[in-house]
């Protein structure tokens, strides 16, 4: 008996260093072993750093309004998801895949999980797998966690909050082709060439577990130069490492397609409605003329009762303003301007302040400001805040009740108030949000606008979603 199991031991030894020897050249040429970098960040800084510029991108980009073609993305997105590696898996990551309505061939992905992808980009793959091919590469950098991994190597936006709150700088920016002008996006959304060789790689290796062809991954690299002139676009993003194409394809070689997809009908079919749709705008277009206002635009370009006649719609491109002392770090349009009152900061867009009997007014903007209460309940000291406000604003009152919210991440109430302007003398509505500080002083937030110009809305929740708190 017993020497009859040393035996099949010692067959089974035998066997395993067969296996072994044979197995020996093989994993010499096995696909590449890629590594994740140096990262301080925590998959969950990842998730809310995404979440946060998702929300961005979907204020600054109009997104294609096509359900159909959405879902099939997102079924085309997920098939690749549950393709990545284990070793790259984060179960925390939340990913969702969108269509943004504009021609340039691009598509970028977040930290943790967005990823929205160009009408232009489908439109200009030849078939699914050169899609799948983009996105593929996409994912990759996401996986590898590598926009927090740039930030960890930079010294400037080492913290969460310093990246967070630029995020607004970031989509605000110029066409994504341009965007590594915003600092933000040189971590999130501009990659070295090191990386891009990585998600390349990835990308290939998830492509093969999903049944697509890699070699197509390679070949989305040639439609993009092809059809963008050799550059711009997603090549300005993603940086061609030395020999891109031919790099690719040889990982291919190594690689085996497990359950290979076919031809999609289903690509071909949303290919044909997309084209077959009015021209979508390029990502400069979309920038340069403010997407997001094309019907106040029309309605008689800009404000009548400013002081000065004329106000310019907010900009989608966001600055970062440090104020109150460094307390509060907040993003707003880049064609509002900071002005210092006697102890609040405005941000305002040009046409929309001026002197008024010797006093300060502003008829549109943001007015940030500390108040020392004697409350330490929320709504009291809230309560106390009015009625110092309404002693200099005669017409000043509550216009309904308090709403709770967040600001600058901690619990915060809201109202909305009405006044009438002492320049103009038109009804303004006055939308109040105020937190307390750690030292028990309420930090408010003002967003001023005649009443019946909803324009502005948008950048004013932009602003209040930007704001982080340092106490
Ligand atoms: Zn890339």
């Known amino acids: 008996m017993l020497s009859r199991r040393l035996n099949r031991t010692r067959a089974a030894i035998v066997w395993l260093t067969l296996v072994a020897l044979l197995a020996m050249p093989l994993s010499l040429v096995a696909q590449t072993r ?122 400037k936006y080492s913290t969460l909050a310093g990246i967070a709150g630029i995020a607004g700088a970031v989509l605000g920016g110029p066409g994504l082709g341009q965007l590594a002008q915003a600092p933000f996006a040189v971590y999130l959304l501009k990659f070295s060439r090191e990386y891009e060789t990585e998600a390349d790689l990835l990308g290939a290796q998830i492509m093969a577990r999903a049944g697509y062809d890699p070699h197509d991954l390679a070949n989305m690299f040639q439609t993009i130069e092809r059809q963008s002139g050799g550059g711009g676009g997603f090549l300005s993003d993603h940086p061609s490492p030395k020999d891109r194409y031919a790099r690719i394809n040889q990982e291919a070689q190594l690689l085996r397609v497990t359950n290979p997809i076919g031809d999609s009908r289903e690509f071909a079919g949303v290919q044909e409605r997309l084209r077959s749709y009015p021209r979508a705008p390029s990502m400069a277009e979309i920038q340069r003329t403010g997407q997001r206002y094309p019907a106040e635009r029309n309605g008689g370009g800009g404000s009548t009762n400013s002081p000065n006649g004329r106000v310019e719609y907010p900009s989608s491109r966001f600055q970062n303003y440090q104020i109150l002392n460094g307390g509060v770090q907040v993003s707003v349009p880049n064609n509002w301007r900071q002005i210092d009152d006697s102890n609040s900061v405005w941000f305002v867009p040009e046409g929309a302040y001026g002197q008024y009997n010797g006093q300060a007014v502003f008829t549109h903007g943001v007015n940030f400001g500390v108040a020392q209460t004697n409350s330490r309940n929320l709504q009291q000291a809230t309560n106390e805040l009015i009625s110092n406000l309404a002693q200099g604003n005669g017409n000043l009152r509550v216009n309904g009740s308090y709403q709770r919210t967040t600001f600058g991440g901690r619990n915060a109430i809201w109202t909305s108030l009405i006044n009438t302007n002492e320049a103009t003398g038109r009804p303004e509505s006055v939308r109040l949000i105020a937190t307390q500080l750690r030292n028990g002083q309420l930090l408010y937030m003002m967003a001023v606008a005649p009443q019946n110009e909803r324009n502005f809305e948008t950048a004013f929740q932009s602003v209040s979603n930007s704001v982080r708190i340092n106490d």
Do not use: C
Request: glycine residues 6%; proline residues 4%; charged residues 20%.
């Open 34 to 155: 890629i590594q994740y970098h140096n990262n301080k960040f925590s998959l969950q800084d990842d998730l809310k750093l995404g979440r946060q510029a998702a929300q961005e991108a979907e204020q600054q980009f109009p997104l294609l309004r096509d359900e159909n073609a959405r879902a099939y993305v997102e079924r085309v997105g997920q098939r690749l998801v549950s393709a990545i590696p284990p070793e790259f898996q984060h179960r925390e990551f939340q990913y969702y895949f969108k269509i943004i309505n504009a021609s340039d061939i691009n598509a970028f992905a977040l930290p943790g999980g967005p990823m929205f992808v160009n009408r232009g980009m489908i439109e200009a793959a030849r078939n699914e797998g050169e899609m799948a091919g983009v996105m593929a590469h996409e994912l990759s950098h996401v996986a590898l966690r590598h926009g927090t991994a740039q930030a960890t190597k930079a010294q």
